[in-house]
């Protein structure tokens, strides 16, 4: 079984950072994509950011999170991450890390609470 290991969440001031980070167990095969979703209380799960394994100059960032987010890479221990700076209250959700192997396999992580207040 592939299991996606997700950790980085917590409480951050409005305009703090935050760096979420996602790899694989079970696997020693590298996805293709790598990216993330976010869902807040009572809204729908919402698009954050993917980006290809194989060339991160190919990266999708969503509106909401565009200049103020970057996937830098850890390739020595196969870990992605979602580095978040000057967060909004708005920022706030269950951010959930999502691997695509292949072309067509999907694995998603437990989710880490992200939650932005003063």
């Known amino acids: 079984q592939v299991q996606v290991v997700e950790s980085g969440g917590g409480l951050v001031q409005p305009g703090g950072s935050l760096r979420l980070s996602c790899a694989a167990a079970g696997t020693r095969l590298k996805p293709a994509l790598v990216g993330w979703y976010r869902q807040a209380p009572w809204k729908q799960r919402e698009f954050v950011v993917r980006?290809?394994?194989?060339?991160?100059?190919?990266?999708l960032f969503s509106y909401s999170v565009k200049d103020r987010a970057t996937i830098p890479r850890d390739y020595a221990v196969n870990t992605a991450y979602l580095q978040m700076n000057r967060l909004k209250p708005g920022d706030t959700a269950v951010y959930y890390c999502?691997?695509?192997?292949?072309?067509?396999?999907?694995?998603w992580g437990q989710g880490a609470q992200v939650t932005v207040s003063s």
């Open positions: 999502y691997l695509v192997f292949g072309s067509d396999h999907t694995y």
């Open positions: 980006i290809a394994a194989n060339d991160d100059k190919d990266t």
